[in-house]
């Protein structure tokens, strides 16, 4: 009899992972909370506006790259254009830094700013061809079986060793971060691709994560939505089954094995095993105190929170803002001042969509997408102690960010013709994440990595949570683990 897979959330993790399960002739339910796929990688609709939640860019598609592998198993197209300059890096003394996807224009670029670090930019280049290399092999990191452990060593090449001496050395220490310009555009990078800086960034991880210009970065016609609309429509076809506004709130055992899944609205998906694209504190909430020791323990003395977003959705008015900035790149991000910590509006990325992509704003309008990394906890105790003060924080945060992108694009509050934010509270509503945390665990060694296993033996879990982590690319990498290792369990 066909086994059957639940899978609970229609994140990128999910349904890549659900797709990948449905090709190998497995029976596929996928259960959302939300009215529409994606998660952090979704596109929402608000006052005609198609606003693009968290992601803005996707890398990953150019050939042997995560989503081109799920597209050739699939046989699906997505539906991708490549955006060259990738985005523009304003530094605190006025310069600009221009991202190239194209290789010989990043070389000239960063020799032009950076000339003192290019013996680190050729170990970087070095170790992220190492990375994403043997990514487009099978690699269970970390391993979780002894059919993993054979899985790992055939994925090794005579050039994987080249990245050994590296293995527990941060990028602060392979990179001369004594220049503080230098530093701040480093550490900006790290912060956005690895969620840390570079004293704390896994050199392997980091190089390959700064390496996202060049491996090629996308427009997604429609928005970033449309990588899970793709999915679930591709799944739909085949056979599975996606279902929007099905909560779960419940994971059934039977003698220690997923047996259930439950939500809010009283649906019951009867299961050979499950999949949670979930963080493990949004797994924990579904197991109804049944949590394995690993996962508890792990939960009590080993994670710390990740890091939150504070986002600011703007409408920009088209022609004024060519007309001002004629040429500009439609990303940008801002650091404002490098002796402070970034994030909490000092660190500040802006998105503008592919302004020729019909229907994403009123007419003669186009959305931005900014964002900056925040500290989850201070957001909820305001909100939970002091309405007033937490929407004031909220404007102080909004104002900031304005002002520190009008440093790079000057005058840029004038085409503003629309302004909402977002704060963890909006991620936990539209995300289910617990407390908004997004982004997945800061990559500071490849040794504390998190594989899918939750202690529950047919209880899977994927997204970026687990290695390796954020992004529209990885968390894709992480679903065609998953969809393997289930595929091996239920053989
Ligand atoms: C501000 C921001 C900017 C980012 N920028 C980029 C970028 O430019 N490029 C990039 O590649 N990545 C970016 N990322 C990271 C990327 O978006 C995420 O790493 C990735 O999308 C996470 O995918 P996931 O599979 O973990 O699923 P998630 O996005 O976490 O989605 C999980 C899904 O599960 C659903 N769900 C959760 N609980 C339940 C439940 N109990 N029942 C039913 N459904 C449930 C949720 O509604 C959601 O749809 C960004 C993230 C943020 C927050």
């Excluded at 991202?99 to 290019?118: G, I, S, T």
């Excluded at 704390?200 to 997604?220: F, K, Q, W």
């Excluded at 939970?384 to 937490?390: G, I, L």
């Excluded at 909006?426 to 490849?446: D, H, L, N, W």
């Amino acid at each position: 009899m066909t086994k059957h897979v639940a899978v609970i959330g229609a994140g990128i993790g999910g349904l890549t992972a659900a797709a990948l399960l449905l090709k190998q002739g497995f029976q596929v339910t996928v259960l959302e909370a939300h009215v529409y796929p994606g998660g952090c990688a979704g596109t929402f609709y608000h006052k005609k506006y198609r606003f693009d939640a968290g992601a803005t860019l996707a890398g990953g598609f150019s050939a042997g790259g995560p989503h081109h592998q799920v597209a050739q198993i699939l046989d699906l197209e997505w539906p991708t254009h490549p955006v060259d300059p990738a985005w523009v890096v304003h530094l605190p003394d006025g310069r600009a830094v221009t991202q190239w996807a194209d290789a010989d224009q990043w070389r000239a670029e960063r020799q032009e700013h950076f000339p003192f670090a290019e013996k680190f930019w050729q170990t970087q280049e070095m170790l992220a061809d190492v990375s994403w290399d043997i990514s487009t092999r099978p690699f269970p990191w970390p391993p979780e079986s002894v059919g993993d452990l054979f899985r790992l060593a055939g994925s090794v090449r005579p050039a994987t060793l080249k990245s050994l001496p590296y293995l527990t050395r941060t990028i602060g220490s392979i990179a001369p971060t004594d220049d503080p310009m230098f530093k701040a555009f480093l550490d900006s990078q790290l912060l956005i691709s690895a969620q840390t800086t570079s004293e704390r960034a896994s050199a392997l991880y980091g190089s390959a994560a700064v390496d996202l210009p060049r491996r090629g970065v996308n427009h997604i016609s429609g928005g970033i939505g449309a990588l899970g609309d793709t999915l679930v429509e591709w799944i739909r076809q085949n056979g599975g089954e996606v279902h929007y506004r099905q909560e779960v709130d419940q994971i059934e055992l039977k003698n220690g094995s997923v047996s259930a899944i439950h939500t809010k609205k009283g649906m019951q998906i009867n299961c050979d095993a499950a999949i949670g694209n979930l963080t493990p504190w949004g797994m924990k909430n579904l197991l109804n105190g049944q949590t394995p020791k690993k996962l508890t323990n792990e939960l009590e003395h080993k994670l710390d929170p990740t890091w939150g977003a504070f986002m600011v959705y703007l409408g920009i008015d088209k022609q004024k803002f060519f007309s001002k900035f004629p040429g500009t790149a439609t990303h940008h991000q801002v650091i404002v001042d490098e002796t402070k910590p970034l994030g909490e509006t000092n660190s500040v990325f802006f998105s503008m969509a592919d302004p020729d992509d019909p229907g994403r704003a009123p007419d003669g309008e186009v959305p931005v997408t900014m964002s900056t990394h925040t500290e989850i906890s201070q957001w909820w105790q305001l909100r939970e102690r002091d309405k007033e003060a937490y929407e004031a924080r909220k404007n102080r945060y909004a104002e900031n960010m304005l002002d520190a992108l009008s440093k790079a694009l000057p005058g840029v509050k004038e085409c503003i013709t629309f302004c909402t934010a977002g704060t963890p509270v909006s991620f936990q509503r539209f995300t289910r994440r617990p407390q908004g945390m997004v982004g997945g665990f800061a990559q500071e060694s490849i040794f504390k990595a998190r594989g899918p296993k939750t202690g529950i033996e047919n209880l899977l879990m994927v997204g970026d949570s687990i290695f390796p982590g954020q992004s529209t690319a990885g968390v894709t990498l992480g679903g065609i683990r998953v969809a393997r290792q289930m595929a091996n369990l239920l053989d």
